[in-house]
C-alpha cells in the first residue's frame, strides 16, 4: 500500500500562498485519483481539489481561482498551490489517493490564515 505524506503547512497571513506537498512513497500511477481535503476545527471534512489519472481537475467553489493542485510524476509528488488565503481556509489539509486497493490517507498538514 503506498503511504502518503503532507508537509508545507504553517501560518500565513490573510492575502499570502502556501504550497501544500503530498509525497507518495510509491508511483502515483496506482492512484485513479488524487485530491486535497480539508476539515476545519468543528466541521466535516470537505473536497478542496482532485486531479485524476488523465489530467482532469475538480475544484470545490471556495477553492476555484484561488487554489491548483499538481503533480509530478517523476519525484512522486502532489502539490496544492493556494494563493490569496483567507481566514476561513484556516485547516488540517489532507492528501487522498484512490487506487485499485481502496482510498489512502495521508496524516494531514496544518494551515492557519491569521494575521
Known amino acids: 500500500q503506498v503511504q502518503l505524506v503532507e508537509s508545507g503547512g504553517g501560518l500565513v497571513q490573510p492575502g499570502g500562498s502556501l504550497r501544500l506537498s503530498c509525497a507518495a512513497s510509491g508511483s502515483i500511477f496506482s492512484f485513479y485519483v488524487m485530491g486535497w481535503f480539508r476539515q476545519a476545527p468543528g466541521k466535516q471534512r470537505e473536497l478542496v481539489a482532485t486531479l485524476t489519472s488523465g489530467g482532469s481537475t475538480n475544484y470545490a467553489d471556495s477553492a476555484k481561482g484561488r487554489f491548483t493542485i499538481s503533480r509530478d510524476f517523476a519525484k512522486n509528488m502532489v502539490y496544492l498551490h493556494m494563493n490569496s488565503l483567507k481566514p476561513e481556509d484556516t485547516a488540517v489539509y489532507y492528501c487522498?489517493?484512490?487506487?485499485?486497493?481502496?482510498?489512502?490517507w495521508g496524516q494531514g498538514t496544518r494551515v492557519t490564515v491569521s494575521s
Open positions: 487522498n489517493g484512490v487506487g485499485e486497493k481502496g482510498g489512502t
